[in-house]
């Protein structure tokens, strides 16, 4: 609405109707751009500007890979980019019926139908229909989806696309296993320096930061090692290595620490070396004992290295 040359006063507008009139005349003064709201991946809420060509980009590139979709079931809010793209713009590219959760029998569902959710969303549905198959397709985003929530999906008879992105990215990659790495759209290149992992527009060449630390395997697939926050997903579960190193560093007898992520076989695997102030055979297994009542199973190195003090 701000970006009317005259904007409304917002106080001044009493019945729905007219915010919707007021919407409609943004949408055909303001063409090129829509922006979106974000907490944004650093956790500063902030206004994302995206052009309609990008967005169409996507749109285009996810009609082709659902179009056989006939109904589309949200269970985001459609504000969101996520809901925006896929339960606003792709339903009316596919010609396809939103139909919301109050709406569905979840036993009747078919292949041509597309469940729209994000972690949280999923976990709630898998737990709300405990004995119930569900024969759809399914789009997961917004956030990390841990391994056994993912398998927990497959099982229930729905095959699942996983896609990484955010507000600020737009979508980046796919994958429909748990076990496979993302699969780049099609529109970007990897720019791979290890923490400084970025991805590049093949239509304008510009380059756009990730969040996320990666490991790429070929020009197209690449696996998430964790966030450059320090949190990793290991095993499916969000893990925090500043926190692990601190309290691997608050263990008696130890003089320092430091953490190592890798990827093995898509598997994020993570290992510590560990220096004690008195280093002996007897010392390192007290070491690890304490270390296995201190940590959660997730959160414990897979491998540990000594070094000489």
Known sequence: LFELENPPYLISIPRIEDWVLQIYNVRNNSQH?????????????????HSIFLLEREINFLAENFKEIKTIIPLVPSYSIFGFLFTIWLPEKLKAKVSYPSEINWSETTASSLIIATPFQWKYLLNSEPSKSIHSLGVSSGAP?????????????????????????LGVAYKNHWK??????????????????????????????????????????????????????IAGVLVDTEYISTVIKGISN????????????????????????????????????????????????????????
């Open 254 to 309: 130890v003089q320092a620490c430091s953490i190592n992520v890798k990827s093995v076989n898509f598997e994020v695997l993570m290992e510590a070396s560990i220096t004690l102030i008195n280093d002996t055979p007897e010392a390192r297994l007290e070491f690890k004992h304490k270390l296995k009542h201190t940590l959660t199973a997730p959160e414990m190195p897979r491998e540990i290295h000594f070094n000489i003090p």
């Open 33 to 49: 751009e829509i922006c979106f709201q974000t907490s944004g991946s650093t956790g500063s809420s902030k206004s994302i500007r």
């Open 180 to 233: 496979d790495p993302f699969f780049l759209f099609p529109y970007w290149q990897l720019m791979y320096e290890g923490m400084d992992s970025a991805i590049v527009d093949r239509d304008n060449q510009k380059i756009i930061p990730l969040m996320d630390i990666i490991e790429q395997y070929d020009e197209n697939k690449f696996v998430l090692i964790g966030r450059k926050d320090q949190k990793l997903k």
């Open 145 to 169: 989806l841990y391994n056994d929530i993912f398998q927990a999906i497959l099982e229930k008879g729905i095959l699942l696309t996983e896609v990484y992105g955010s507000t600020e990215t």
